[in-house]
């Protein structure tokens, strides 16, 4: 027979929901019916827009509340909006910050716990379903492909217009990563190097900058471009996806692992 212990500690109000005025907008959110802008949000609870992002963005590192960005069919910055979490993801999002938790104490007795936490993250980017992109894509193409991805998983991601860098400001496993910052931030710092590698290598993670900003939360994915010439693109797309690719005599090719803090 298996045992469930009592939820009541899963089910506590959130820390974050200590604040009146986040409840109200947490309140607000579930209420619309539809995901809201900033200005929106901060002209409906009569708050100055700089403080209704900063409550929005506790409340999104919290996972209460989901942050997406809207596509433009023409060029500009995408407009944010941020919509109330599903009553069930909250629950869910703690069981799996525990399943990281165990899996991050494994990684960390291991004899290189960020080489092992690296690789780890390299083998999750084939998981994602991320292939070796045919054509190299320009540098702006990969950087756009690669914040949809981090959108999609939950990350929040911005990327400041002009800037080589994409700031981070939700972690799905931000309780772990307090914990195990080298492992959890290596992981994610071994899915980004993989994936711009395989969206053709004209971009490469220079850094990983991680809780840049403690509260609300920011990490900052710095990047730069490199050169794609045409041999050395053509062969690291012909190895295999989960295989690093090597020169003769074992070298490996492309950057060296990011430091994730």
Not at 74 to 89: E, N, V
Not at 187 to 205: I, N, P, S
Request: net charge positive; aromatic share 4%; hydrophobic share 40%.
């Amino acid at each position: 027979m298996i045992i469930i212990t009592s939820m009541s500690t899963a089910s506590a109000p959130h820390p974050v929901l200590a604040a009146e005025s986040r409840r109200t907008l947490l309140t607000l959110l579930r209420q619309a019916g539809r995901p809201l802008s900033v200005s929106d949000a901060a002209e409906r609870l009569g708050l100055q827009p700089s403080t209704t992002r900063f409550h929005l963005d506790l409340l999104v590192s919290a996972g209460l509340v989901d942050r997406s960005s809207e596509r433009r069919m023409t060029a500009g910055r995408r407009r944010i909006r941020y919509a109330a979490a599903g009553p069930g993801d909250e629950a869910a999002s703690r069981h799996y910050e525990g399943l990281a938790g165990v899996l991050a104490d494994q990684l960390s007795g291991t004899p290189d716990p960020i080489g092992a936490a690296h690789e780890a993250g390299r083998r999750w980017t084939g998981a994602l379903g991320v292939r070796s992109s045919e054509v190299a894509m320009v540098p702006e193409a990969a950087i756009e492909t690669v914040v949809e991805l981090m959108d999609h998983l939950g990350f929040a991601p911005e990327r400041p217009a002009g800037d080589r860098r994409i700031n981070l400001r939700r972690c799905p496993f931000e309780a772990v990563a307090r914990q195990q910052r080298g492992i959890v931030c290596g992981v994610h710092a071994g899915m980004l190097e993989e994936t711009f590698r395989r969206v053709g290598g004209t971009v490469e993670v220079k850094g990983l900058d991680a809780f840049a900003v403690d509260e609300p939360l920011l990490c900052i994915v710095h990047l730069r471009t490199v050169p794609a010439g045409p041999t050395r693109w053509r062969r690291e797309v012909a190895k295999e996806d989960n295989q690093p690719s090597t020169r003769p005599g074992g070298a490996t090719v492309g950057p060296k692992p990011a430091r994730p803090c």
